[in-house]
Structure formats: structure tokens, C-alpha cells
């Protein structure tokens, strides 16, 4: 009989919640709405032929440090050979090349704090850039080894979104002059899921589910330490390069398979233009940390 009153006390709060007699605030992002996607949003695959048709060349490859790291998101050569790579627990390990430029032996050098680090990069000063996805722009200090937050809130003085939280920061790269630009997937943020991991790929299911449309291109100024949000409304935004001629940026938008250029300069400066639309699925999610060509 308790049992029954229990369960019909459960039903009958369902439904005055359902019904909005009753009030109840939940953590978000539980009331997040499915949005209506723009056509021009809508994925559309190109076929998998020509540069996309199945191939086996990633079976040549050799593994390494196979059982001995865990979720690094991308690599970082640093001069000299050097592999730079943070875990999916937030530890950063590096590997240096032997006499016949193999490696062999990984070791760890820092711990850059609870959250998952994905992007990052170097600066001219030897200093590693991360863009972490719950605590924004970090720089992990060459000499001293200490972790700093260079970005965790837009600046007042930007254009859009002045004083708004920098949630799920994915992938960065320097200009030539020093800005750092990087990519803030959604307005979800990234929390820990039930074994302690900060879990970004539940945060990309609900972006991608909800059709939250809410990534973002950044810069930040290492001169005058000014966060600002220079493009917005992508959905996922993810790998971010700066153009060899630092004429632009390319930004890849994971779920709609496209790849973007906002403009650095030119006729089409601060503006955002697409560059290569309808990617099939693979090619679309290769854009994950986008690595530049030298």
C-alpha cells in the first residue's frame, strides 16, 4: 500500500510539473529546448568519391605509447622533435626522439588541474597554450611550471557577448603577432559524468540533439589580455587555423560538415564565408584540432 501512495505521489508531481501548475528549477542544461535548424544549417554529406572515397592508408601508420596514455586530444611538435601531449585527465606527457628519431619512452611533465585539455599549441616563448574545456585559455609556463588562466569570461569591451562565460573552449592556433585564436564549441558546459570524467563528448550529443547552435570564434590579445568573440552561431565549432598569409581563419563547424574562413583582412575582413561545404561525415570530424601545414 506505501508503495502505491509513493508511486501516485511521484505521477501526480510529474504531471503538475509537466502541466506548469508547479514549478521546478532544473540543473542545466535539463531544460534546454530542441531548437528549429535553419535550412542553410542542415547537413548534407557529399558522397564518399574522389578525395572522399575509402581508403587504407591509416593502416601503415605506427602506434605509439599504446597503453600508456590515455585520450590525448592532438600532438604538438615543439622544436627539436619534442611530442607535446595532455590526457583526457589533464596530465601532460612529452616524448623526445631517439638517435634514429623513434620514440620509445613518454614522460610525464605536468598536470594541468581537474577538466578534459583538448587544443593546443605553442607560443613564440616556449610557453603551451591549451584551450581546456571547462576552464577556458590556459597556459601551462615554460619556466616556472605553473598553470595560468589567461580566459575564462569574454572582455566587456567586446563587440558580442561582452562578460559572457567561455564554456567548452575545444582547439586554438597564434597568429604571427601573437593573437590567440580559439573556438568555444557550445553554451553547454562540460561537467563531470558518473565516473569523474569530464565528459565533452555527452556535451556534444546534447549541442548536436538540441540544435544548439552556440559556438564561437575568440581571440585573445596576449598584449592587452582582451578576450573577444569575433563570429558566432556554429554548430559545434571545433578545429581552428590561422592561414599561412594571416589572411584569415578557418573554423571548422562539425556538425554541419563545413569549414569557414573569418577574415583577418582584405575586402571581406570580419567577415565569415564558407570555404568547403558538405564534407562527407569522416572528412567533417577530421576537422577535430585542426593542424596547419608548414
Excluded at 586554438?172 to 564549441?185: Q, R, W
Aim: aromatic fraction near 8%; glycine fraction near 8%.
Amino acid at each position: 500500500m506505501r508503495s502505491k501512495t509513493v508511486l501516485y505521489a511521484i505521477i501526480a508531481a510529474y504531471l503538475a510539473c509537466w502541466s506548469g501548475l508547479v514549478g521546478l528549477s532544473m540543473p542545466y542544461p535539463s531544460f534546454g529546448t530542441v531548437q528549429t535548424i535553419p535550412s542553410n544549417k542542415l547537413p548534407t554529406p557529399s558522397a564518399l568519391t574522389g578525395p572522399y572515397a575509402p581508403n587504407e592508408v591509416l593502416k601503415n601508420v605506427t602506434k605509439l605509447f599504446k597503453g600508456k596514455l590515455q585520450g590525448t586530444e592532438s600532438v604538438h611538435v615543439s622544436e627539436g622533435g619534442t611530442l607535446w601531449l595532455p590526457d583526457k585527465y589533464g596530465n601532460v606527457f612529452t616524448a623526445e626522439p631517439d638517435s634514429e628519431g623513434r620514440y620509445n619512452v613518454v614522460r610525464k611533465v605536468a598536470y594541468l588541474g581537474p577538466s578534459r585539455p583538448l587544443g593546443h599549441t605553442m607560443d613564440a616563448d616556449g610557453n603551451l597554450l591549451v584551450a581546456d574545456s571547462a576552464k577556458g585559455l590556459i597556459m601551462l609556463e615554460r619556466a616556472s611550471g605553473k598553470v595560468v588562466i589567461l580566459a575564462s569570461q569574454v572582455s566587456a569591451d567586446s563587440p558580442k557577448d561582452p562578460g559572457s562565460v567561455i564554456s567548452y573552449a575545444n582547439d586554438l592556433d597564434i597568429a604571427h603577432d601573437g593573437t590567440v585564436y580559439f573556438t568555444t564549441s557550445s553554451d553547454i558546459p562540460v561537467v563531470p559524468n558518473a565516473i569523474g570524467l569530464w565528459d565533452t563528448f555527452a556535451v556534444f550529443t546534447l549541442t548536436m540533439l538540441q540544435g544548439s547552435i552556440t559556438g564561437r570564434l575568440l581571440s585573445y590579445n596576449p598584449k592587452t589580455q582582451a578576450t573577444h568573440v569575433l563570429a558566432d552561431g556554429f554548430w559545434y565549432a571545433n578545429g581552428v587555423a590561422v592561414a599561412q598569409d594571416q589572411s584569415f581563419v578557418a573554423v571548422a563547424e562539425t556538425v554541419t560538415m563545413t569549414v569557414h574562413k573569418f577574415w583577418l583582412n582584405g575586402p571581406k575582413v570580419n567577415l565569415t564565408s564558407s570555404a568547403f561545404c558538405n564534407l562527407s561525415g569522416k572528412a567533417a570530424l577530421c576537422c577535430d584540432n585542426t593542424v596547419k601545414s608548414e
